[in-house]
């Protein structure tokens, strides 16, 4: 039942077993940078990024489990393909990762030769279960009704199109800052793109607890430091290159794997919390 949150058991077991499929994608990158919009979580800088990204995956392990029999998953602006991973081989399922960053494909490809690696979604066939995580937003809001379409259409008769976007609206400005997000969406909006797209029952979710807080200082901050970036990327993108090339290493240095999962991580209705997660499920209408 789709209605009922995702009770996200057993979230620190995943987030440790998710650091060895992330440990296989880094070491299929070696030394390159290819994380210019987000598609490698290993190198995102804090192990709260992380736990936030496997409470997605974790939740669409348990919607899937709930529909049983799932043999194949897509997903789409899969990055490198680690959680992905992680999620088919916690279903036993056929794993489609779709990008269209070709230096993320051929990190994917091979980190996870067992994976279907896809440019385009149109390559990829039809699966009780899509997942599209922290993927709208850096689609203008003009093209998302169109996305939209293309990942419902994608989900087989009877399965389930799981979605996830953070939820910037108490940012400095409404915005994280982040220039990739050109397209970000409020909880409304979000739910009215999935519905006309075709989604016959549309349910939100708001990811709460402390990887999801928004603190005063964080709130401003933030949105400057990635504005900062910006600019820096647009003046001196070979410097910027260099300098997340540095951020890569010193990244892989870190081991996160001892780190305390927070235990407050919860999927709640969009009225009960204040995390900055959004989570959607989506089933088609009939065709």
Not at 136 to 146: A, F, K, M, N, V
Not at 202 to 207: F, G, I, N, S
Not at 224 to 243: E, K, T
């Amino acid at each position: 039942n789709p209605a009922q949150p995702p009770a996200l058991a057993g979230l620190d077991a995943a987030v440790r077993q998710v650091y060895s499929f992330l440990e296989r994608a880094a070491a299929a990158r070696g030394g390159d940078w290819v994380n210019a919009e987000g598609g490698d979580v290993g190198v995102h800088g804090s192990h709260r990024s992380v736990v936030r990204h496997v409470a997605n995956y974790l939740a669409a392990a348990e919607l899937a489990e709930r529909l049983g029999g799932v043999d194949a998953v897509v997903d789409v602006g899969s990055g490198v393909g680690a959680l992905g991973a992680w999620l088919a081989d916690r279903l036993g399922a056929t794993l489609h990762l779709v990008d269209h960053d070709e230096r993320i494909r051929r990190v994917a490809a091979a980190a996870f030769p067992a994976a279907h690696v896809h440019a385009s979604l149109s390559e990829a066939p039809q699966a009780p279960l899509v997942t599209g995580m922290e993927v709208i937003e850096h689609i203008s809001r003009p093209e998302q009704g169109e996305f939209a379409r293309a990942v419902i259409d994608k989900v087989a008769p009877g399965g389930l199109l799981v979605l996830s976007t953070p939820d910037e609206t108490r940012y400095l400005g409404g915005w994280s800052g982040y220039a990739p997000h050109i397209g970000v969406l409020t909880p409304e909006s979000l739910e009215r793109v999935l519905r006309k797209a075709g989604g016959a029952s549309v349910t939100l979710w708001r990811m709460d607890g402390a990887p999801y807080e928004l603190g005063r200082v964080r709130r401003v901050a933030e949105p400057l430091g990635n504005r900062a970036w910006s600019a820096l990327s647009r003046r001196s993108p070979r410097l910027a290159v260099r300098l997340g090339g540095t951020a890569t290493t010193v990244a892989a240095l870190r081991d996160w794997r001892d780190a305390p999962v927070p235990s407050d991580v919860r999927a709640v209705p969009l009225a009960d919390g204040r995390g900055t997660g959004l989570l959607a499920v989506a089933a088609p209408g009939v065709r």
